[in-house]
């Protein structure tokens, strides 16, 4: 691949729509954890009372426990979402952006 590919590439609608929503998916997922995990750690910080009541009355699992395997659950679900979203939308555009850079490079005979 040359450097006009690169910069064909790079200039195509398709191709800067995919860089564009990647960056928004990845700065949200990336908002949702950062919020959930200081949340978290203010809890402990703040509120280490809540964290040490036990989830049912006698029990012996407290709060800290299901929250803290939620944030670990939720990590995946993210890192999930994440993936379904680049493999099913983003590569589709990358894809079409390939396909309307090889068509114009065809046609000008530089392929």
Same mark, same amino acid.
């Given at each position: 691949?040359?450097?006009?590919?690169?910069?064909?590439?790079?200039?195509?609608?398709?191709?800067?729509?995919?860089?564009?929503?990647?960056?928004?998916?990845?700065? #949200?997922? #990336?908002?949702?954890?950062?919020?959930? +995990?200081?949340?978290?750690?203010?809890?402990?910080? +703040?509120?280490?009372?809540?964290?040490? *009541?036990?989830?049912?009355?006698?029990?012996? *699992? #407290?709060?800290?426990?299901?929250?803290?395997?939620?944030?670990?659950?939720?990590?995946?679900?993210?890192?999930?979402? +994440?993936? +379904?979203?680049?493999?099913?939308?983003?590569?589709?555009?990358?894809?079409?952006?390939?396909?309307?850079?090889?068509?114009?490079?065809?046609?000008?005979?530089?392929?």
């Amino acid at each position: 691949m040359d450097e006009r590919q690169v910069e064909a590439i790079l200039q195509n609608p398709k191709f800067k729509e995919m860089v564009a929503k990647k960056r928004n998916l990845s700065w #949200t997922l #990336t908002a949702i954890m950062l919020f959930v +995990y200081v949340g978290f750690m203010l809890l402990v910080g +703040y509120n280490k009372e809540f964290l040490l *009541t036990p989830v049912s009355p006698g029990g012996v *699992t #407290t709060w800290g426990i299901p929250l803290g395997l939620g944030i670990i659950v939720l990590s995946f679900l993210l890192c999930g979402v +994440y993936s +379904y979203i680049a493999n099913n939308k983003l590569d589709q555009l990358n894809e079409e952006a390939m396909r309307e850079v090889e068509a114009i490079a065809h046609e000008k005979g530089l392929h």
